[in-house]
């Protein structure tokens, strides 16, 4: 079992900029692909971005594009969401989570039902 911790959460004004961890430990998670998921109050939770076990392939929300980048550290077992421009449609709590299927080096869960694992989420605050 991967457990993850995510941090780097807060309170930023509109314009500013973040950067979320995420530090697994347990099972090594470097065959899996890992995302990042946000939930907003009375909205569903919804993939931000996710990255291939391998790092070689990204994909993002529309809403996100050019402002958030994926990363990951496969030997030091973290991934990292930079956020910049925030916006204040972007204040969720923001999830980390992994997808333990592997369907080849460029495999992209596209739901959030296929994570497998989460993190206890990362409140980040958007204000005007």
């Known amino acids: 079992q991967v457990q993850l911790v995510e941090s780097g959460g807060g309170l930023v004004q509109a314009g500013g900029s973040l950067r979320l961890s995420c530090a697994a430990s347990g099972r090594t998670f470097d065959s899996h692909a890992m995302g990042w998921l946000r939930q907003a109050p009375g909205k569903e939770r919804e993939i931000v971005a996710v990255i291939s076990w391998n790092g070689g392939r990204s994909t993002y929300a529309n809403s996100v594009k050019g402002r958030f980048t994926i990363s990951r550290d496969n030997a030091k077992n973290t991934v990292s969401l930079e956020m910049n421009n925030l916006k204040p449609e972007d204040t969720a709590v923001y999830y980390c989570?992994?997808?333990?299927?592997?369907?080849?080096?460029?495999?992209?869960?596209?739901?959030?039902?296929?994570?497998?694992?989460w993190g206890q989420g990362t409140q980040v605050t958007v204000s005007s």
């Open positions: 989570a992994g997808d333990e299927d592997y369907d080849g080096p460029d495999y992209i869960p596209t739901s959030p039902m296929q994570f497998d694992y």
